[in-house]
């Protein structure tokens, strides 16, 4: 089946009421005030579907389908279907029997909603049409299509955002020892750290030893007392007559006591 025999359903709805209605008075519009909207000429389904580019509003009947009346569409809004000056529910449609009369009908609907869809559905259709009219033109050529200017116009600045960039602040970096400030000494009261030995030297630390007083005197001799000097200081210990003194007394008390000597 070719592209232009497929037919679609574009909307369908089950109550419309048709309108005979008076030639126009005036260039504004049709009005619905001015139809029997209380007594509509003919009831019925209404079906919207699409051939092609051109739309079909098909009036049928609610038992049968059969077709009472259709009207071609081939632009919206256009001519074919015109809205009413003083309602949304009504519309005036221009309808043809393939014999090349025509004739302008009012159709209304019950609810608001079914007018809404009734636009809608219309609309979408012809949308349609305009993308395709468009495609089938990019294709014959690729050329026309829209360009992309890239380039940067006159005084046009563009700014970049590299994101967050840390950088070392010299005065919070941590100073090595010997670098160039010196430690500072340690609070009252606390213990120096002993410091290691270096690598290579002994585990143990030697303490300083002592050096005498001769070692440091070194080859001078101390001066040696005179004879005289000596048998003098002999003589003259007293130490000696008290300890012999305090020896003879000791055993006299002892004799006199009677104390056991242990």
Not at 95 to 118: K, L, M, Q, S
Not at 130 to 136: F, I, N, R
Not at 254 to 262: D, G
Request: charged fraction near 20%.
């Amino acid at each position: 089946m070719a592209e232009s025999d497929y037919e679609s359903v574009l909307c369908v709805k089950p109550e419309i009421h048709v309108y005979r209605i008076p030639p126009r008075a005036t260039n504004r519009g049709y009005r619905a005030a001015d139809w029997k909207l209380d007594q509509p000429d003919w009831t019925g389904r209404l079906r919207i579907t699409a051939k092609g580019n051109i739309a079909y509003i098909k009036l049928e009947d609610r038992i049968s389908g059969e077709l009472f009346a259709q009207s071609p569409v081939d632009q919206f809004p256009g001519i074919a279907v015109e809205s009413v000056v003083d309602s949304s529910r009504y519309f005036v449609i221009r309808i043809e029997d393939g014999n090349g009369r025509r004739a302008f009908i009012g159709i209304g609907f019950v609810d608001r909603g079914d007018a809404f869809d009734f636009n809608v559905g219309l609309q979408d259709h012809f949308k349609w049409v305009k993308q395709q009219s468009e495609l089938a033109k990019q294709a014959q050529n690729p050329d026309s299509g829209p360009k992309l200017d890239l380039g940067f116009k006159e005084g046009q600045t563009i700014k970049l955002s590299i994101g967050n960039v840390r950088k070392e602040n010299s005065s919070t970096k941590p100073r090595l020892p010997g670098t160039g400030i010196g430690l500072l000494p340690p609070p009252p009261g606390a213990k120096m750290p002993l410091l290691l030995p270096p690598p290579g030297s002994q585990g143990t630390m030697q303490e300083p030893t002592q050096t005498s007083s001769t070692e440091i005197l070194g080859d001078f001799d101390a001066p040696k007392p005179s004879p005289a000097l000596a048998s003098h200081t002999a003589a003259t210990d007293v130490w000696g007559d008290f300890a012999t003194a305090t020896s003879s007394s000791t055993n006299q008390v002892a004799q006199s006591t009677n104390w056991v000597q242990f």
